[in-house]
């Protein structure tokens, strides 16, 4: 055996080696002890297939977070650490817990996370050269400047005023004009029950693996002040976030243009009441978890256009977000984008992507700054795209990425 491998064995048994010992010297009859793990459907299916631990069948329960909880006996820890690093390649790839309680706990709440962060979710092959090269040409950055004006001439886009409704119908038509002629496509309100502003859904559906979903998405509402109710400041928001809203359109106009249909399906987001507290994404993403929907990847476009980092044109924030998507997402930059690009941490759940990761599924967030370069000036009146010298060549990157995830992905 090659010496990494042994470390490897070790790092994922030896907790469990340890323990083991130390059950001996209290009580040797009690070696084979019996324990809960929570791990992957797939590895848990293999782990079956291989070795038949299949034990009673009300010992494993899977849950839709694509995580199943199953009782293991330490016995067969060794093999099991084989089979994850052989097959799954993965480090570690299951948790013990002491009891069945505990397990279903972690399963529910932290296991949404851990998945969410580092499960696999897709094929990340980057295969599509031709057709992505010949879209990317297309991408205009004075049309993204342009939407950015129309977006931020409005008064706000707050989610509790008339113009954060008004606001939402005028990404909702200028999607509609898009897709227009499309029977695959449809531009539809998702309302929300506690506050007046929707979210905007766009749906391209697959043409041949439809409940397969790909997400991206930004939000299209805006603030400005910090107290009460701020529904008559003056919030353009131009960068936080018409700059997001603007770049999704191009990518949506592009794919029109050139007759992309998906073979998954593709949906591009306008999010309701962000700045608030993520609750449009919130509701979306619940909605998504509770009906079982198998979205293989999101993509939050949340800040586009100020270029704050002299040395970086894209941030990949690596904090609730999925660890292979990032990685996806930093070879499609350097095959599509070809910029500098580096990673940051929001360091708190800073906008959607955060409401996407917390129900389990993999999400992104490529942002136009480090984190202590960015644009100081949104959620003021100065939120303009002045700041940008009244151009949208920053956010043009963004769409070159958005459209390398969706069409490689779907590919
Ligand atoms: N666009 C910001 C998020 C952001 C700001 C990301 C700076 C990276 C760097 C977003 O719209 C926002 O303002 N989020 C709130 C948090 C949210 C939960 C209300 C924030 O950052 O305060
Ligand atoms: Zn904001």
Known sequence: ???????????????????????????????????????????ALQIGKTFGFLHDPSEKQEFSNGITVMKVRESELHQIGHLMHDKFHRCGGFIGHETL???????????????????????????????????LTELSAPNIASTIQKLSSFKNRYYKSQTGQDSQK???????????????????????????????????TGSETPEEIIVLGGHGDSISGYFGDRSSNHAPGADDNASGIATLTEIVRVLMTSSYRPKHTIKFMAYA?????????????????????????????????????????????SDYTNTEQNAFMGRLIDEYVKVPWGQDRCGYACSDHASWHGQGFPASMPF????????????TPQDTIELSRGNAQHALHFAKLGVAFAVELDN
């Open 170 to 204: 005028l990404v909702k038509e200028t999607w509609e004009t898009l897709v227009q002629g499309r029977t695959d496509a449809k531009v539809e309100f998702f309302r929300h029950s506690g506050w007046p502003q929707p979210s905007v859904v766009l749906t391209l």
């Open 1 to 43: 055996m090659k010496l990494g491998r042994l470390l490897l064995l070790l790092f994922l048994i030896g907790p469990f080696v340890l323990e083991a010992e130390a059950t001996i010297s209290k009580n040797i009859k009690n070696l084979d002890r019996e324990f809960w793990a929570t791990i992957g459907h797939d590895a």
């Open 101 to 135: 309680a505990e397990a279903l706990e972690w399963a529910n709440n932290e296991g949404e996370r851990f998945h969410a962060k580092s499960m696999n979710f897709a094929d990340y092959s980057i295969n599509q050269g031709e057709s992505v090269r010949a879209l």
């Open 273 to 317: 009441a962000e700045e608030v507290g993520l609750w449009g994404s919130k509701e979306i993403a619940q909605q998504a978890k509770r009906e079982n929907q198998n979205i293989i990847g999101v993509m939050q476009l949340d800040m586009t256009n100020y270029k704050g980092s002299a040395d970086l044109d894209i941030v990949l924030m």
């Open 368 to 379: 136009e700054a480090r984190m202590n370069e960015m644009n100081r000036r949104i959620h």
